[in-house]
Structures are given as structure tokens and as C-alpha cells.
């Protein structure tokens, strides 16, 4: 045992001095003190608090702020004609781990950029745009926890322009269209959709821009958003809410009444009053069959770690059943209100058997328009095939 006489005395002098050690540890404060200082703005952003991950980054003050200036936060997400402003939008909305309720705030930021102003109100050129720049920003992304629903009403307000998405395509002009370039020709004929509220723009996710290489793909993100409950809701109700909405403005042949012989669009070879709607009820039942398979998906990776209570969170938040009106209908309102329409009661049955939701509805109106027997049957199956290829396969 030591009992602080000369062995002691020697293992001192054999250490550094501490006045060494004490400059040494002073000089390497200071270093680190002045690198803080002279990086004081980036810290709360790279350095917030996170726990034991990843630093989150805060959310600026003036993002959040855009959320109560819609017209604000159009200008901040428009990437505008010749997607010059792409890059800033990018970096605005595209946070992978925001700190605290930041990833709340960007989905109201979202919302309040590309929503429709009010009930009845038609997008503007300028939210068209920015819904598209909004779906390439995240494309990819891992839509962080909070952000979905917003992200998810964003694209139930353009659920027209999310219906007809196929792939992106060199021939689009630009990120949105205008409501005279979206107008149906003579013949009845618009690459746009049917029914469409007559000055409503319209965002173009299949276009692709060769400068900044941006490109949407709204496939791709339901799938992302699908994993969150809420989210999903929203998107199912609004697949359901076109569906009867397009139904019922279809005559008792289940024919497009707008439709006129003659030019025949993009070089097909026969047209007729039921080929088009044909196409775009396989669209619908096709994305409805999607949304069920990224469901499964998300389940089998651990995602959804419990399927039935996820199911469960769903149906409190849809908001109910749609069916069809008996008669048929000739308003022709924006995306928006298509979306929001009033509910018909409660939904009743499997949630997920998409399927059968379906069918429930195309019943519905079938006997209520008396639409003849073989048509129906035609109808039914082209939504079985379309829902069931959703379910197993990317559409």
C-alpha cells in the first residue's frame, strides 16, 4: 500500500505536468467554442436534440408560417412553367427527420400551397403546379410520420389528375396544364378525363422535365403514405368518393354522354361512347386494388406491425360509404369538391375487401339507372380484373 512517500513522489514526475494538461484543455475549448460560434445558425437545424437517432432538423418558422398564408405558400411550392424553382421546393418540403411537430407543419404548409381556396373553387394553374412539384420532391422520400395525412389530402383534391397517371412521359408540355388546354375537343375528347369543372387547371404528374430531370410519380408515393392509417383513409375514401361521382354521370348504357363520333383520339382504332369510361373505371379499381396490395406490403415488411388494429384506425378515420345519386347528374364540380362529397352512411362490410366496396356501389346505380343486365356484367368485370391486377401487380 501507498502511503504517499517516494513512490508516489516518482509516478507523479513520470506524468505530464497538469498545468500542461489544463492549457492543453483550455486550448481545445476554445477551438471548439469558436467553431460553435462561428456555425451558431446551422446548430438548431444539424444538432437539434433527437434522443439516441439521428438529429432531427427544426422546422424554420417562416415554413410553418406558410401554412396560414395559402397564397404564400403557392408562391414558396410553385416551381413554375419551366420548373426553374424546383430545387427550392425540393429543399423546402422534403425533411426526412424534422424535429418535434415539424413534419405536421409541412403537411399543412403542403396543404395550404395546392388545395382549392374554398368549396366549389377550381385549382389554379399555379397549385396544379405546385402539387407536382410537391409528389417528384418526395419521390423516393420516406414520408416522415405526421406529414402523410396532409400529403394524402393533397392528392384526394387531384384525384382527377392522380386517376390518370400511367408513367411519366417525354410528350407533357409542362407540370400543369390550364383549364382551356385540359377542355374536351369538338368530338368530346380530352387526355385529361371526363367530367372535367369547366376553368379548373390541372396538374400533369405524367410529365417529365429534361432540365431538372424531376419527375412525379403519385404511385409511388401512395405507397409510401399508405403505411400511415389516416393517411390511408383519406386515399380510399377519396378513390371510393370518383367512383360514385363518375358513375353517376355516365348514361344508362354506362356511356360517356359527351362523347361524339368521328376523330378517333391517339390513333385508336374504333371509339366508342363506352370505350373511355371503360378505361377509366379500370383506372379506378386499379388504384383501389393498389392501395389494398401496399397495405399487405407494409404488413409483411413489419410496417404495420399489428394489421387489424392499423384497420381498425382506418375506419375511425374514413369518413363513410358513397353511393351513387339514382338519377343521373350533369354538374361537372372541381377535384376538390369530388372528394369531399357528403357520404351516403356509414361503411359497412370488410374495410379491405376493396373489391366488394366496389361492386356494392356499381350494383347500386346498375338497378337504380336500369342499366341493361349484359352492360353491368361488362362493367363488373373489367372492375374484377382491374382490381385484382392492382392487388398483385404496379399499375
Given at each position: 500500500?501507498?502511503?504517499?512517500?517516494?513512490?508516489?513522489?516518482?509516478?507523479?514526475?513520470?506524468?505530464?505536468?497538469?498545468?500542461?494538461?489544463?492549457?492543453?484543455?483550455?486550448?481545445?475549448?476554445?477551438?471548439?467554442?469558436?467553431?460553435?460560434?462561428?456555425?451558431?445558425?446551422?446548430?438548431?437545424?444539424?444538432?437539434?436534440?433527437?434522443?439516441?437517432?439521428?438529429?432531427?432538423?427544426?422546422?424554420?418558422?417562416?415554413?410553418?408560417?406558410?401554412?396560414?398564408?395559402?397564397?404564400?405558400?403557392?408562391?414558396?411550392?410553385?416551381?413554375?412553367?419551366?420548373?426553374?424553382?424546383?430545387?427550392?421546393?425540393?429543399?423546402?418540403?422534403?425533411?426526412?427527420?424534422?424535429?418535434?411537430?415539424?413534419?405536421?407543419?409541412?403537411?399543412?404548409?403542403?396543404?395550404?400551397?395546392?388545395?382549392?381556396?374554398?368549396?366549389?373553387?377550381?385549382?389554379?394553374?399555379?397549385?396544379?403546379?405546385?402539387?407536382?412539384?410537391?409528389?417528384?420532391?418526395?419521390?423516393w422520400a420516406e414520408v416522415p410520420d405526421g406529414m402523410a395525412p396532409g400529403v394524402a389530402r393533397m392528392?384526394?383534391?387531384?384525384?382527377?389528375?392522380?386517376?390518370?397517371?400511367?408513367?411519366?412521359?417525354?410528350?407533357?408540355?409542362?407540370?400543369?396544364?390550364?383549364?382551356?388546354?385540359?377542355?374536351?375537343?369538338?368530338?368530346?375528347?380530352?387526355?385529361?378525363?371526363?367530367?372535367?369543372?369547366?376553368?379548373?387547371?390541372?396538374?400533369?404528374?405524367?410529365?417529365?422535365?429534361?432540365?431538372?430531370?424531376?419527375?412525379?410519380?403519385?404511385?409511388?408515393?401512395?405507397?409510401?403514405?399508405?403505411?400511415?392509417?389516416?393517411?390511408?383513409?383519406?386515399?380510399?375514401?377519396?378513390?371510393?368518393?370518383?367512383?360514385?361521382?363518375?358513375?353517376?354521370?355516365?348514361?344508362?348504357?354506362?356511356?360517356?354522354?359527351?362523347?361524339?363520333?368521328?376523330?378517333?383520339?391517339?390513333?385508336?382504332?374504333?371509339?366508342?361512347?363506352?370505350?373511355?369510361?371503360?378505361?377509366?373505371?379500370?383506372?379506378?379499381?386499379?388504384?383501389?386494388?393498389?392501395?389494398?396490395?401496399?397495405?399487405?406490403?407494409?404488413?409483411?415488411?413489419?410496417?404495420?406491425?399489428?394489421?387489424?388494429?392499423?384497420?381498425?384506425?382506418?375506419?375511425?378515420?374514413?369518413?363513410?360509404?358513397y353511393l351513387p345519386a339514382v338519377r343521373r347528374l350533369t354538374t361537372r364540380p372541381p377535384m376538390g369538391?369530388?372528394?369531399?362529397?357528403?357520404?351516403?352512411?356509414?361503411?359497412?362490410?370488410?374495410?379491405?375487401?376493396?373489391?366488394?366496396?366496389?361492386?356494392?356501389?356499381?350494383?347500386?346505380?346498375?338497378?337504380?339507372?336500369?342499366?341493361?343486365?349484359?352492360?353491368?356484367?361488362v362493367m363488373r368485370q373489367i372492375i374484377d380484373n382491374a382490381y385484382v391486377l392492382g392487388l398483385w401487380?404496379?399499375?
Amino acid at each position: 500500500m501507498r502511503d504517499g512517500g517516494q513512490d508516489e513522489q516518482v509516478d507523479a514526475d513520470a506524468r505530464p505536468g497538469r498545468l500542461a494538461l489544463l492549457r492543453r484543455h483550455w486550448l481545445l475549448s476554445s477551438a471548439v467554442a469558436l467553431v460553435l460560434l462561428a456555425t451558431a445558425t446551422a446548430v438548431p437545424l444539424a444538432l437539434a436534440d433527437s434522443g439516441d437517432g439521428p438529429p432531427c432538423r427544426e422546422v424554420p418558422a417562416s415554413t410553418r408560417a406558410l401554412a396560414k398564408d395559402p397564397a404564400a405558400a403557392t408562391r414558396a411550392l410553385d416551381p413554375g412553367d419551366d420548373m426553374s424553382r424546383f430545387p427550392a421546393v425540393r429543399e423546402l418540403v422534403r425533411h426526412e427527420r424534422p424535429c418535434g411537430d415539424g413534419a405536421e407543419a409541412l403537411g399543412a404548409v403542403v396543404e395550404a400551397a395546392t388545395r382549392a381556396a374554398r368549396p366549389g373553387a377550381p385549382h389554379t394553374v399555379a397549385q396544379a403546379r405546385a402539387a407536382y412539384a410537391v409528389v417528384a420532391a418526395l419521390d423516393w422520400a420516406e414520408v416522415p410520420d405526421g406529414m402523410a395525412p396532409g400529403v394524402a389530402r393533397m392528392l384526394a383534391d387531384y384525384v382527377v389528375d392522380e386517376a390518370r397517371y400511367l408513367s411519366p412521359s417525354d410528350d407533357g408540355t409542362g407540370p400543369a396544364v390550364t383549364a382551356e388546354q385540359a377542355a374536351p375537343d369538338e368530338h368530346g375528347w380530352t387526355a385529361y378525363g371526363r367530367f372535367l369543372a369547366p376553368g379548373e387547371a390541372h396538374a400533369d404528374f405524367e410529365y417529365r422535365d429534361p432540365v431538372s430531370d424531376a419527375a412525379a410519380h403519385p404511385d409511388r408515393l401512395v405507397g409510401e403514405l399508405a403505411r400511415d392509417p389516416e393517411a390511408f383513409a383519406i386515399l380510399y375514401d377519396a378513390e371510393r368518393a370518383y367512383f360514385a361521382h363518375y358513375l353517376e354521370r355516365l348514361t344508362s348504357q354506362g356511356g360517356d354522354p359527351d362523347f361524339r363520333p368521328g376523330k378517333e383520339p391517339r390513333g385508336a382504332s374504333t371509339s366508342t361512347a363506352t370505350s373511355w369510361p371503360d378505361n377509366d373505371l379500370e383506372d379506378i379499381a386499379g388504384r383501389i386494388g393498389s392501395l389494398m396490395r401496399h397495405r399487405a406490403a407494409h404488413a409483411r415488411k413489419g410496417e404495420i406491425p399489428d394489421l387489424a388494429a392499423f384497420d381498425r384506425a382506418v375506419r375511425r378515420h374514413t369518413r363513410g360509404a358513397y353511393l351513387p345519386a339514382v338519377r343521373r347528374l350533369t354538374t361537372r364540380p372541381p377535384m376538390g369538391d369530388i372528394a369531399d362529397r357528403p357520404v351516403s352512411g356509414q361503411l359497412r362490410g370488410e374495410l379491405a375487401d376493396g373489391r366488394r366496396q366496389l361492386f356494392a356501389m356499381l350494383d347500386a346505380w346498375a338497378e337504380a339507372r336500369s342499366v341493361p343486365g349484359a352492360r353491368a356484367a361488362v362493367m363488373r368485370q373489367i372492375i374484377d380484373n382491374a382490381y385484382v391486377l392492382g392487388l398483385w401487380m404496379s399499375i
